[in-house]
């Protein structure tokens, strides 16, 4: 059996522009991103997927939004559209890899599984939303979405523009881990933890709850690593390697670091919270608990990166 890497795609990589945002534009990029992962498969590594859904949540809200304003529908609450987003997104991923693998003779079978995480129910995310759903705004379409929504809480995003901002607890447990682990030991290409999960909080007599939130997806992906025993961690990016002094003339880009190195730069203040400082955090906890390797780059420098020819690789 492969090394398990674990692979974990951003919900922003499957929406490549404003404007190329329909299910149709969603499963192009899908089948782009498939055939990176396709070629570490190909090379025997034994690949766990997991996906964000930011932008796809917050079409799924607005969308209810507007069938309750236009017809009277019921609002769905945002974690069944958590739920429906890993299920439409698994699907499409799914469906991809197994008809990327019959091109290329490829003898392996591909499951999603519908994966609920554990959060608590005192996480003080509840309290403070920080987690980016939906699409990009423009300050003035912020403006008019706040008069429509007073309730609801943007920020701005790295440069890109505002986007509203749900609560996003840490993930304590993944519910479905053994389930997952059984498929990845049967030589399953698995698909789990989309999303980030589906948020579910555990009562005293070990029933599970819903709960309205988003968990971030790096650091359940994080979790997941930790909990398959998994070797290695990729987060893809919208960058090839992970910099500091972003966007300044003194800028340089990070091939090998240590995790000391990691926490060095994090403390100096190198990864915006908003972006690249979630997934600085996510793997440093992955390989301090149980990891070997850590690597952050682009869906297209995958199969460069796993051989240490592209991407950010975060040692011991």
């Not at 992962?37 to 034994?46: L, Q």
């Not at 304590?172 to 579910?200: H, M, N, T």
């Not at 009562?203 to 790096?218: F, L, P, R």
């Not at 060095?264 to 690249?276: D, I, K, L, R």
Request: hydrophobic residues 35%.
């Amino acid at each position: 059996m492969g090394e398990v890497i674990i692979v974990a795609i951003g919900g922003n990589a499957l929406v490549k522009e404003n404007g190329r945002d329909s299910v149709q534009d969603q499963y192009e990029a899908v089948q782009e991103t498939v055939v990176n992962i396709t070629d570490m498969v190909e090379e025997g590594y034994n690949v766990v997927v997991t996906h964000g859904n930011g932008p796809q949540v917050g079409f799924g809200l607005r969308r209810s939004e507007i069938a309750n304003e236009v017809a009277g529908m019921p609002i769905m609450p945002l974690v069944n559209c958590v739920a429906d987003t890993q299920g439409g997104i698994g699907y499409q991923i799914q469906q991809s890899l197994t008809s990327e693998f019959a091109k290329r003779g490829i003898n392996k079978k591909v499951a999603t599984v519908i994966t609920q995480v554990e959060v608590s129910k005192d996480d003080p995310n509840f309290k403070n939303p920080t987690k980016p759903v939906g699409s990009f705004f423009s300050l003035e379409q912020m403006e008019e979405m706040k008069k429509e929504h007073p309730d609801w809480i943007f920020i701005e995003d790295s440069g890109r523009g505002y986007r509203r901002v749900v609560p996003s607890p840490r993930p304590i447990d993944i519910v479905e881990k053994d389930a997952i682990k059984s498929l990845i030991d049967a030589g399953f290409v698995v698909i789990a933890v989309g999303g980030g999960g589906i948020p579910v909080v555990k009562s005293e007599n070990n029933t599970y709850e819903g709960i309205d939130a988003v968990i971030d997806k790096d650091f359940a992906t994080s979790l997941l690593a930790e909990q398959v025993n998994a070797e290695t961690l990729i987060i893809t990016t919208g960058v090839s390697r992970v910099c500091i002094n972003f966007g300044k003339p003194n800028q340089k880009a990070l091939e090998k670091i240590t995790v000391e190195e990691t926490k060095q730069y994090m403390e100096e203040g190198h990864f915006p919270a908003g972006s690249m400082l979630p997934k600085i955090e996510a793997s440093l906890s992955f390989i301090e608990k149980s990891g070997s390797r850590v690597i952050i780059t682009d869906p297209e420098s995958l199969k460069d990166a796993i051989n240490e020819k592209a991407g950010t690789h975060i040692v011991k």
